[in-house]
């Protein structure tokens, strides 16, 4: 059945301007100028669209990519940059696909053949197939990975190909990734934000889905980690690529780790949970090799796991992939593929590599010195970072050989660590212009393979990248890729389970860092909360909309409650009293916006945003954007001159702020991560309520009113007093009310009575029938409490005119607490020698739309 033709006017207007360069080949129009066949659906839904409905389409991708959050961080300068989607996709034949893939299946093969080889029999280094510097000199080689057991004998279970087009239509493997690959997820999320910004046009065409191939590479993990555990391994959130490390394992259902999740016991990998350690044998690698071990290698601090590389020789751990297995992906190996396929294979190598000339042997080594000016002269073993790089950063030399003299000496002195490339003329794609009509750029185009029990298995969809320069802008563009079926195609969604899940209502496998970042995440949460409520009570009381009075002792009050939670230095609350409001009103406009000091609020937002991103997978879509508005708020401090105005700002965090307890209250399911996030904030609460009494009621020459109101009002209860009493605030009225009154939320007995709750059923906590210690010390502080008497408590002061038994029960209080954080840090987020291990293995001890 023939395509569906555009009609001429519309598809006229669509590819106005539309002129391929001469000498490439354009995907979109063929050699007799018109639109090639397999586009001919695509182009009449987007030439009926409008221009208006086309860029409607494109700001939904935009939008829904900042929803997603969809970033990565830059190689140079390591900041956080938004991703980019033209929702125009690249279409692909089903016979040229076919094509591709028994290509692709074949050099898959044979790279996993060469890691096994490199690092086994070195059979091709023997017999002189292989120059021997192409592995020795290249430092990605890793001597300690000799003998390594790979399962069923496949070191590169995911490998990734950056391809293009030659001006004759054939394709060019312009590089091999074997290390660890990035850009799979970004092409998962391409994918779900193509198909929902326009969902006509993707259901109208008869494409494969993506959904397929992650199963079956789901299942052959499953397959290899029997009844164990696999984790995803990550550097952190400051990774190139952590956005998909995330969203992976959050698709797949294994947990995200770093290094300090894991252990080493016996040469086996245990991951630290709450419970103890659990036996890991899958780890999918997403650190390089050389950060894995740094028993063994040269790891970055901070990265590996000590003993990684013995359990991985034992075949006591499955890693994907193999470490060491970057050293496939050097430039140099290109120009000897052929004669590898040959000699491992016994085939014909079915998918060229891109022209290249290895400097490592006399002959291409003058080759290159005579035509440097027409090749891309770089690094051979250089590691590059190619997730967003587009067809003009695959064609650059390296800046520090362009000159010819400079390169001959290169070459003289280490010939073999480079490598000539030569120049590509890729083929031209369609891209959606901001004005919504098309326009031809050079692409090149990244897919991934995936080792299945069936043998290796192409995703059928990729990542094309368009390269800023390419474009004329600083950012580098990226679309999906929409391979077409001539069958039909079963519909497949990604939300399905990937495997037969087993009924479970307890997260006791919860790793013991991320049990550490929620119950920081809610530190910090409530630490935030507690300063914004503070400095806005202090801007109101600055702007006289609420006075206590006496203005020397009014600003000696404020001072006192900055210091006492940690805001303010005590010598420089000196300083900004003696020298009078002014001085204190500029102090706390220091401490509230100022990014560079370690009091501010904004830096307590940044630690908000930085513990948050740790355990984005555990926080739902609605909760990470709340998060995202708060964090965001103090980059508006450019919007406020005044007092109002700062006042205004910290409303909308309150109110931000009431959202994302609202939603981690009401939706987050109550297992031992919540728990520990509510531990968190409730700790942070009681410090808070503690510091701030001391201040104001301990001392019983401050029992003024208006000093009893701002009490009120930093505990949220004045709303409460008033309706109870009706009359001034008293002591003994305001004690009962913040500090015993378990009724109410913001109280200290309120704190005490929800974390002996959540301690009473925290594993680790039933010691053989006996309390723990962290449950005795919650009872001892809780009971003092009840129990307290707060006319007692009022009344009874020192010649000094302080509060001594308050203080007393305060102080006991505030370093309970400080003994309940070491208890819960050393019980569930540090492992060391002689904590119970438990696990599947040991238990002793010792220590639609795609």
């Known amino acids: 059945m023939s395509e569906p033709q555009p009609t001429s006017d519309a598809l006229a207007n669509l590819l106005a301007g539309y002129q391929p360069p001469a000498g490439t080949y354009d995907e979109l129009i063929g050699p007799d100028g018109r639109p090639r066949p397999h586009w001919h659906a695509l182009l009449k839904d987007f030439a009926g669209m409008g221009i208006n409905q086309r860029r409607t389409a494109g700001s939904t991708a935009e939008g829904l990519l900042r929803e997603h959050d969809v970033a990565y961080v830059a190689a140079e300068g390591g900041s956080r940059r938004p991703w980019h989607l033209d929702v125009f996709p690249l279409v692909i034949a089903p016979e040229d696909w076919q094509k591709l893939e028994a290509g692709l299946i074949q050099r898959a093969k044979l790279l996993n053949a060469v890691v096994g080889d490199i690092y086994g029999d070195q059979d091709l280094l023997k017999s002189g197939t292989l120059p021997a510097p192409v592995v020795f000199a290249n430092p990605y080689y890793i001597p300690h990975c000799h003998a390594y057991k790979a399962a069923d004998d496949v070191f590169l279970q995911f490998q990734a190909f950056d391809l293009a087009r030659a001006p004759d239509g054939s394709w060019w493997v312009l590089s091999q990734r074997t290390e660890s690959p990035a850009g799979i997820g970004y092409t998962l999320e391409n994918r779900i934000v193509t198909s ?43 990774e190139q690529d952590y956005f998909e490390h995330a969203l992976i394992g959050r698709y797949l259902g294994y947990p995200v780790v770093e290094s300090a999740d894991l252990t080493v016991r016996d040469n086996r990998v245990f991951l630290k949970t709450l419970e103890g350690l659990e036996r890991v044998d899958v780890i999918i690698r997403r650190i390089d090799s050389d950060s894995s071990d740094p028993l063994e290698l040269r790891s970055v ?418 709303i409460t007093y008033r309706s109870r009493y009706r009359a001034e605030p008293q002591i003994p009225a305001v004690l009962d009310l913040v500090l015993a009154d378990e009724s109410n939320p913001r109280s200290l007995s309120f704190q005490l009575a929800t974390m002996r709750g959540h301690m009473e059923v925290m594993p680790l906590e039933d010691i053989h029938g006996h309390l723990s210690r962290a449950q005795k010390l919650l009872i001892s502080m809780h009971t003092e409490v009840l129990l307290a008497d707060v006319d007692k408590l009022a009344n009874t002061t020192s010649r000094s005119g302080n509060r001594t038994h308050l203080n007393r029960v305060l102080n006991r209080c505030e370093k309970g607490i400080e003994n309940l954080t070491d208890l819960i840090t050393q019980t569930y987020f540090s492992h060391s020698v002689g904590h119970r291990v438990t696990g599947n293995v040991i238990r002793e001890n010792a220590d639609d739309a795609v």
Not at 221 to 226: E, G, K, V
């Open 196 to 238: 929902r910004s326009i969902p006509d046009q993707f259901n109208a065409n008869n494409l494969h889905r993506l959904a397929g191939f992650f199963r079956s590479f789901s299942e052959q993990l499953a397959r290899i980690s029997d009844q164990h555990l696999a984790v995803v391994l990550t550097g952190g959130p400051d």
């Open 301 to 718: 601090p901070g990265h590996g796991i000590a003993g990684l590389l013995q359990a991985a020789r034992s075949g006591n751990v499955m890693m994907a992939n193999a470490i060491g297995s970057g050293v496939a992906c050097s430039e140099a190996l290109l120009s000897f593929m052929p004669g590898l396929c040959k000699r491992l294979l016994g085939e014909e190598l079915a998918l060229p590599s891109i022209a290249s000339w290895w400097c490592g042997q006399p002959k291409e080594r003058e080759f290159v010195l005579n035509n440097a000016q027409r090749l891309s002269v770089r690094h051979a073993f250089a590691r590059r970072s190619l997730l967003t790089a587009g067809a003009f950063e695959f064609g650059e030399t390296d800046p520090a050989l362009a000159d010819p003299a400079l390169l001959k000496d290169r070459l003289a002195l280490r010939p073999y660590d480079y490598v000539g490339v030569e120049h590509i003329r890729p083929s031209t794609v369609p891209c959606l212009t901001a004005d919504g009509m098309l326009k031809p750029v050079p692409m090149v185009m990244r897919v991934y393979l995936a080792a299945t029990e069936s043998g290796y298995q192409l995703l059928p969809g990729g990542l094309v990248k368009v390269s800023g320069k390419d474009l004329g802008t600083e950012s580098h563009l990226s679309k999906d890729i929409w391979v077409l079926s001539n069958r039909e195609i079963e519909r497949e969604t990604l939300i399905q389970p990937l495997r037969a899940a087993t009924l479970k209502r307890s997260d006791r496998d919860l790793p013991s860092k991320t049990a550490d970042d929620l119950f920081w995440l809610g530190r910090y949460l409530e630490r935030a909360d507690g300063g914004v409520r503070l400095y806005r009570n202090l801007f109101l009381r600055l702007a006289g909309e609420a006075s206590l009075g006496n203005v020397p002792v009014a600003l000696n009050i404020l001072t006192s409650l900055l210091v006492s939670q940690g805001r303010l230095s005590p010598s420089r609350a000196r300083r900004a009293l003696a020298a009078g409001s002014r001085a204190v009103e500029h102090e706390i406009w220091n401490i509230l916006f100022d990014p560079d000091s370690p009091d501010s609020l904004a830096q307590v937002l940044r630690n908000v945003a930085r513990t948050a991103d740790h355990v984005r997978e555990r926080l739902s879509p609605d909760t990470w954007r709340i998060i995202e508005r708060l964090t965001s708020v103090p980059n508006l401090r450019w919007r406020v001159h005044t007092v109002s105005d700062a006042v205004s700002v910290l409303n909308d965090l309150v109110e931000a702020q009431s959202a994302v307890n609202g939603l981690i209250h009401e939706n987050m399911t109550r297992g031992y991560g919540w728990r520990l996030l509510d531990m968190g904030r409730r700790i942070e609460r009681a410090r808070y309520i503690i510091r701030v009494m001391r201040e104001l009621i301990v001392r019983a020459d401050r029992d003024h009113p208006g000093v009893l109101g701002l009490q009120l009002e930093l505990a949220d209860s004045l």
